[in-house]
């Protein structure tokens, strides 16, 4: 039997980061998201995040892929919010997201980091909080 311990926090965003996660239905969609994924499986540890945008703490199981569980996360969860009707119009999420590894010792820290997300983004936006992710971990953009 494998053993398998791999901490991911990852992030995506609505369709082309439309503000549409208020106030009043973030936390039914955090809640959502966070059932549903312990209902397929996935070791969902915390979910949070702000107007555009979520961040999630899970492990990775050793039969999962990271695509096959953001596949099922996002497809069920705009599903499930275009269903109940909690925005005007059709809701989707946008393709890309980005996640890293975090070490045991950092999981504290990434679950508080998720909890505070409202509190965080009083001081930042998240096109900063994007910049900086993604000059801390050195990924390459596009074009």
Request: aromatic share 12%.
């Amino acid at each position: 039997m494998p053993f398998v311990k791999m901490w991911v926090h990852i992030v995506w965003t609505t369709k082309r980061r439309q503000k549409l996660l208020s106030k009043e239905i973030r936390p039914l969609i955090f809640k959502h998201i966070h059932t549903n994924a312990l209902q397929n499986n996935i070791l969902m540890d915390s979910v949070g995040g702000y107007e555009e945008h979520v961040h999630s703490l899970f492990r990775l199981r050793n039969n999962q892929t990271l695509s096959e569980v953001m596949r099922l996360i996002k497809g069920e969860s705009s599903h499930w919010i275009n269903k109940e009707n909690l925005i005007l119009g059709k809701f989707k999420w946008q393709e890309d997201y980005y996640a890293v590894s975090v070490s045991e010792s950092q999981v504290v820290r990434v679950r508080n980091y998720i909890e505070q997300q409202e509190l965080h983004h009083g001081k930042m936006t998240f096109e900063e909080e994007y910049d900086n992710f993604i000059r801390k971990y050195g990924f390459k953009l596009k074009g």
